[in-house]
Structures are given as C-alpha cells and as structure tokens.
C-alpha cells in the first residue's frame, strides 16, 4: 500500500505538494496521512514493511530538508516559507508511529534523491 504523509500543517496554497497528493490518490488508490491536526493517534502506526511512505514537499539541491509555501504570494515568489529539515522529518515520522526498521520511504520532491533522512 502507498500512503502519502504530509508533514505540513496547510499546503493548499502550494500546487506542487497539492497536485502530488491528487496524483497517487488517483492513480495509485494511495491513503492520505496527514500529520495534522495532531492529536494523541498515531497515523502511520499501520504501516508494514512492504508498504511506501510517500513524504510531499519541495526540495533543492541545497536544502537538507521540505518546504512548502503556505501562502499564494510566497508561492509565486518561489520562496518556500514553512520549512522542515531532514532530521525533524525524521523526529516526525517516528512520533507518528513509523517503524525506526521502516525502509521504503520515497520523498515526492525536487532532487528527492538527494533528501537524507
């Protein structure tokens, strides 16, 4: 199963990470696992080892971590104003019930290849 994760709280005013949810939703039956609004249940606590965790966002070379814009104007200005770094990504993913053994994870972003987490 593919599950896209979204660590951020508000990502609709950003059309990258929007139109990338929509597309594993719609082409891969993906579940939608938003990180918020957090609350006490853990939502990637269901995820088996043969399952990919789909995390969203905009990434660069020179970033060691996401974005996202949170507002229409930052957008247009391509500059990314909610951001997260690889390590607290990493905190989240483990506080939202990931497996510390989970190794199928798949960052639908910019030089994706080049996130560490």
Same mark, same amino acid.
């Given at each position: ?18 139109? *990338? ?41 020179? *970033? ?54």
């Amino acid at each position: 199963m593919r599950r896209v994760y979204i660590a951020f709280p508000d990502i609709s005013n950003d059309p990258g990470p929007v139109w *990338m949810v929509k597309y594993y939703e719609e082409k891969y039956g993906a579940k939608i696992v938003p990180r918020y609004p957090v609350g006490t249940e853990k939502p990637l606590k269901d995820v088996k080892a043969g399952d990919m965790v789909i995390v969203v966002g905009h990434g660069n070379f020179d *970033m060691t971590g996401l974005a996202v814009s949170t507002t229409k104007e930052n957008y247009l200005k391509g500059d990314p104003d909610d951001k997260l770094t690889a390590n607290t990504l990493a905190l989240f993913l483990k506080h939202d019930g990931l497996p510390i053994s989970h190794r199928f994870i798949k960052c639908a972003t910019c030089c994706g290849g080049v996130l560490r987490v």
